[in-house]
């Protein structure tokens, strides 16, 4: 038969089983392509029933994973040691790093706390600026002078009509 997986196109491995049909396939992609059909991807044979509950298939996918995962656990710990020996060997050879750190880390406290109560003092500040009683009558003037302009437009508008009688207004002439 075929080096490789006729779904995934990659070389066999240990978590690579075979079929009653003889044909090999990884087992993750023997679950997944029986997901759509009960029929081997190669020749067609009907093999129902046999995925997912093929147990050659999940042992080999639980050792497979097992390797897997021990071998990812082997490199996370090989990339800690180096890291943590990197770190050691930067803080050996710059022993003034560790109070650069320390004083960013102090700077950056303390400019959060001013940042923090400027923004108190503003919002103190535009409460004091819109409750001040200038601000206030201020406002009461311009609602005012507002209601006063609207009351004159409705009297001259009336006044328009008056005069005009039922003739359109310029701007209600049909173009």
């Keep these: 038969m075929s080096d490789v997986c006729a779904v995934c196109l ?6 690579s089983t075979a079929l009653p049909c003889g044909h090999r396939f990884h087992c993750v992609c023997m679950i997944n392509a029986f997901r759509r059909q009960s029929a081997c991807p190669v020749c067609r044979a009907d093999v129902a029933g046999l995925v997912p509950h093929h147990s050659i298939c999940y042992e080999n996918l639980a050792d497979s994973l097992e390797v897997m995962l021990e071998d990812v656990l082997r490199q996370n710990r090989t990339q800690s040691a180096r890291r943590n020996a990197q770190i050691l060997r930067v803080r050996r050879e710059n022993p003034h790093i560790e109070a650069l750190s320390e004083a960013m880390n102090a700077h950056l406290r303390e400019q959060r706390r001013l940042e923090r109560l400027l923004k108190k003092e503003e919002t ?13 009558s201020l406002r009461r003037s311009v609602k005012n002078a507002r209601a006063r302009v609207e009351r004159a437009r409705r009297k ?15 701007g209600e002439l049909e173009a």
């Design 10 to 15: 990659e070389s066999h491995d240990q978590s």
């Design 156 to 170: 001259y508008t009336l006044q328009l009509d008056q005069r005009l009688g039922s003739a359109p207004r310029p």
């Design 124 to 136: 103190a500040l535009w409460k004091t600026v819109r409750e001040s009683p200038q601000v206030v």
